[in-house]
C-alpha cells in the first residue's frame, strides 16, 4: 500500500507550533535534523540551507559576512518549508518574498528521484533556461515534491535602521500615506499597519500606551545619511494626511520592542478572550483599493459581531484580521466562516487574490478555483498529474 | 580596550585519534560569543564619547585576522594580532595570553581591557583575572552592567547569589558576561569600510612573553557513548534491572 506524505515543516507555524494537516493518513517526514548550511559564497550573496535551517539560525551563522536573509514571517520556520509555502513577511515591501529569493531547489519527486531545479550548484542572480521550475516548486505547499535544499539571495545588513510610528484619524489616511509613501519612491523596508482594536490589543499585551486610533510601524533601511531624508520625507506626507505624534528611533533595544509589539499581535488578539481560538484571515489586493477593502471589512465587523482587530503589510496591500471566537459557539463559528468567505470574494472582486502569503491548503480550495479560473486549475492539475500521479505527495490540498 | 577570542563553532565535536585534542581543521571559528558582548560594550562606551579608542586584539594564527576584521567593522578603530601559530598555538592558553594582554596594556598605555567571561570552546573563564593580576588592575568581572563615573567604574557583577554592585578604579579589567548587551551584527557597509582599518602583526617574543606551556594534555576522551534503553515486561524486572546496575 502507498502511503501519502506530508512533509515538515512545511505550513508555517500558525495555528499552533508545527502543526502538519494530513486528512486521510500517511507519513509525516520530519526533516528538522538536516540542519547545516552549505556553500556560502558571501561575494556572490548567496547560500544553500537544509529544511532544518531557520532565518534565526541562518542569520546568526551569516553575522561576520554583514549579510543576511531578510524574508521574515514572524515565525523562527524552516527556511526551505518557507520555500515550500512562498513565506512573505513584514520585510517584503523592500525585500520581496521567497518567490523572489530563491535561487535553486533541491527536491525529491514522488518517484524518489532528486531534482536540482536549476541545474546543480548553479546560483546565477539571472537566467532565462528553460522553465522556471524554481518558482514552480516555491508556493506548491509540498504537493510536488519534498525540498530539501534551497539556495537563498543574501542581502547586505544595511548600515542603518529607523523604526517609526504614527497615529491617524482614520483607516483612509493611514493607508493613503501608505501609498503616497511609495509612489514617492522611499525604498521603505517595513510598513505596517494597526487598526484601532489591534493597537488596543497589543498596548494591553505589551504594556505599552500608543494612542487607540489606526496606526503605522514603519521601518527605513539605508546608508546613515539617506535616513534623515527618507524619515523627512515620509513624516511630511504623514502629518499632510492627518496623521500625527509621528515618532523615530534608530536606538535597537526600541526597535526590538516596537517589532516585538507587532509579532505578538496574534497573542496580544488572543488575550483579549481568554478561552478563546484566534484565526487570520490573508487576502491580497492592488494597494490602491486597500482602503476600500480594510473599511468594508472593518464594517462587515462590526455588523457581525465579530472579534478581529486587523494587522496588515499595507505595502504589499496584504493584511491579516486576527479573528478571535470561541470554538463551542456554533453560531458565531458560522458567522465567522461567512465572514471570511465574503472577504475572500472581496479581496477577488477588486483585482486581489484570496491569500496573500498563508496559501490554499485544505481551506481555500474552493476559493482558489474562483481566483485562476477553471483552466488554470486544470493546467495545475496536469502538472501534478505529470510529477506525482499516484498522489503521495500532500494529498488533498491546494487542489 | 582588547578583545576578543577565535573559538570553534563546529556542529559536531570529534576528537582526533590521537587523542591529543579536538579535531579544528575544516572546523567553522568565529569570535567566541562572549568577546562578541565586550567588543559590543565597548564600542557603546565610544558611541557614548566615554572612551577615545577602542582597540581589537586577538592571539593566534593568520586565521584570527577574520575575527578581528569582525571587531573593527562592529566598531573597533584598530586592531593588534599577535602571531601565535602551531605547536605554540595548540598549547596556548590563559596564562600565556594574560601576559601577552599585560604586556599590551603597558605598550599601549590602555585604562580600560574587556574580554568575554570565558570562551567556548575551553570554559577556562581565566583569563580577565590572570591579566589583572599580571597587572595588578582592580578587575569586574561577569559583568551584566558597566557604568563609567568619571575615574570609576561601576559593575554590576552577576553571582550566584543575585547580582552584586561593586566600584573599581581605573584602570581595570572588566570580563563581559551574557546579560551586558546584545551584540550587533555587523553591517555590510561597515564591514567593507573595516578592510581600512589597521591591523599590526606582533610576536609574543616582541612584547617579551613567552608562550611555552607548562601544561602538558594527557589526552581527551569523547564523553561514554550513551547506550540504547531495556525494556522490561514488569515492573519486578525493573527492579532487578535497577538493583543489578547498582542503582537502587
Known sequence: MRLPIACFPLLVPHYNKHTTIVPIGGVCLNLRKMDQVLDLHQEDFDVTVEPGVTPKGLNSYLRDTGLWFPVDPGADASLCGMAATSASGTNAVRYGTMRGNVLNLEVVLADGTVLHTAGKGRRPRKTSAGYNLTNLFVGSEGTLGIITKATLRLFGIPESMVSAVCSFPSVQSAVDSTVQILQAGVPIARIEFLDDVMINACNRFNNLSYAVTPTLFLEFHGSSKSMEEQVSITEEITWDNGGSDFAWSEDEETRGRLWKARHDAWYAALALRPGCKAYSTDVCVPISRLPQIIVETKEDLIRNNITGPIAGHVGDGNFHCLIVLDPNDPDEVQRVHSFTERLARRALAMDGTCTGEHGIGLGKRALLREEVGLLAIEVMQGLKATLDPKNLMNPGKVL | ?248
Open chain 2, 1 to 248: 580596550c582588547f578583545a576578543p577570542f577565535l573559538c570553534l563553532r563546529p556542529p559536531q565535536i570529534r576528537v582526533k585519534p590521537d587523542r591529543t585534542g579536538v579535531v579544528t581543521d575544516g572546523v567553522k571559528h568565529s569570535m567566541n560569543p562572549f568577546c562578541e558582548i565586550a567588543v559590543e560594550e565597548a564600542v557603546k562606551l565610544k558611541e557614548k564619547k566615554l572612551v577615545k579608542e577602542v582597540v581589537a586584539v586577538s592571539c593566534g594564527p593568520q586565521q584570527v585576522q577574520e575575527t578581528i576584521r569582525t571587531a573593527l567593522a562592529m566598531g573597533a578603530d584598530r586592531g593588534i594580532h599577535v602571531e601565535v601559530s602551531g605547536k605554540d598555538y595548540e598549547t596556548l592558553g590563559p596564562l600565556q595570553v594574560s601576559k601577552i594582554f599585560a604586556a599590551l596594556a603597558k605598550k599601549e598605555q590602555a585604562d580600560l581591557i574587556i574580554l568575554g567571561k570565558q570562551a567556548i570552546d575551553d570554559d577556562c573563564n581565566q583569563t580577565g583575572q590572570m591579566t589583572a593580576a599580571l597587572l595588578d588592575w582592580p578587575q569586574g568581572t561577569f559583568a551584566s552592567e558597566v557604568t563609567l563615573e568619571a575615574d570609576k567604574l561601576k559593575v554590576v557583577r552577576e553571582i550566584d547569589g543575585g547580582l552584586e554592585t561593586i566600584k573599581i578604579k581605573l584602570p581595570a579589567v572588566v570580563t563581559a558576561d551574557l546579560r551586558l548587551n546584545t551584540p550587533r551584527y555587523a553591517t555590510l557597509p561597515n564591514i567593507m569600510k573595516a578592510k581600512k582599518k589597521k591591523i599590526v602583526n606582533v610576536k609574543p617574543a616582541d612584547l617579551g612573553v613567552d608562550v611555552s606551556s607548562r601544561l602538558e594534555v594527557l589526552k581527551v576522551d569523547e564523553p561514554p557513548q550513551r547506550q540504547s534503553g531495556v525494556k522490561v515486561e514488569t515492573v519486578h524486572d525493573l527492579v532487578e534491572k535497577l538493583k543489578e546496575a547498582g542503582r537502587i
